[in-house]
Antibody, heavy 122, light 107 residues
Framework: HLQLQESGPRLVKPSETLSLTCAVS??????????WGWVRQPPGKGLEWVAS???????FYNPSLKSRVTISLDTSRTQFSLKMGSVTAADTAVYYC??????????????WGQGTLVTVSS | SSELTQVPAVSVALGQTVRMTCRGD??????ASWYQQKPGQAPVLVIY???IRPSGIPDRFSGSSSGNTASLTIIGAQAEDEADYYC??????????FGGGTKLTVL
């Protein structure tokens, strides 16, 4: 049974860098059948895709966040990570790590972590 | 445009049928997926592909698609189905899209 678990600082100061890690267990992060990604949800609002990474290293980013975001995969540690720079209060959200499909199913998020609330505040 | 549009809220009487829609140009090419999210919980995938339910999802949930519109139907809505429902898909530029969500109230 696949499990995803987010970890990282819950409070980040404005203009600093948000760093999150997703630990994957119960499945292979090296599988060619899936992408691994991040989705966020500001309090009381809807879901927003942030970024995705493939086992071979291919990455995709939300165009509105691309200049500030980096996603990476560490197959040796079975985890993947998100870094977002120059954060503002607008980046305050619950951040979920997800497993996604490939090709036509790239949008499908079939497994979700429990989510972690990251607050941007001084 | 790369957007998915959902009605903000719908209601259904207990045991009745409700259909929620999701509209967007990308749905002419790619299937929608549907997620159920209850307060304080992570979203759960309930429908994907042509009309596929992941293991554990009741068969009262079904999906369909026509043109630029995808639909999620619940036949015989239960009290536990009250939640926010999100559709999502991808576009031709490999962006992942989410609709704004529909809040379902079971009366």
């Amino acid at each position: 049974h696949l499990q995803l678990q987010e970890s990282g600082p819950r409070l980040v100061k404005p203009s600093e860098t948000l760093s999150l890690t997703c630990a994957v267990s119960g499945g292979s992060i090296s599988s060619s059948d899936y992408y691994w990604g991040w989705v966020r949800q500001p309090p009381g609002k809807g879901l927003e895709w942030v970024a995705s990474v493939y086992s071979r290293g291919t990455t995709f980013y939300n165009p509105s966040l691309k200049s500030r975001v980096t996603i990476s995969l560490d197959t040796s540690r079975t985890q993947f990570s998100l870094k977002m720079g120059s954060v503002t209060a607008a980046d305050t959200a619950v951040y979920y790590c997800v497993r996604q499909g490939i090709y036509g199913d790239f949008g499908r998020c079939d497994s979700w972590g429990q989510g972690t609330l990251v607050t941007v505040s001084s | 445009s790369s957007e998915l549009t959902q009605v903000p809220a719908v209601s259904v009487a207990l045991g009745q049928t409700v259909r929620m829609t999701c509209r967007g140009d990308s749905l002419r090419t790619y299937y929608a997926s549907w997620y159920q999210q209850k307060p304080g919980q992570a979203p759960v995938l309930v429908i994907y592909g042509e009309n596929i339910r992941p293991s554990g999802i009741p068969d009262r949930f079904s999906g369909s698609s026509s043109g630029n519109t995808a639909s999620l139907t619940i036949i015989g809505a239960q009290a536990e189905d009250e939640a926010d429902y999100y559709c999502n898909s991808r576009d031709s530029s490999a962006n992942v899209l989410f609709g704004g969500g529909t809040k379902l109230t079971v009366l």
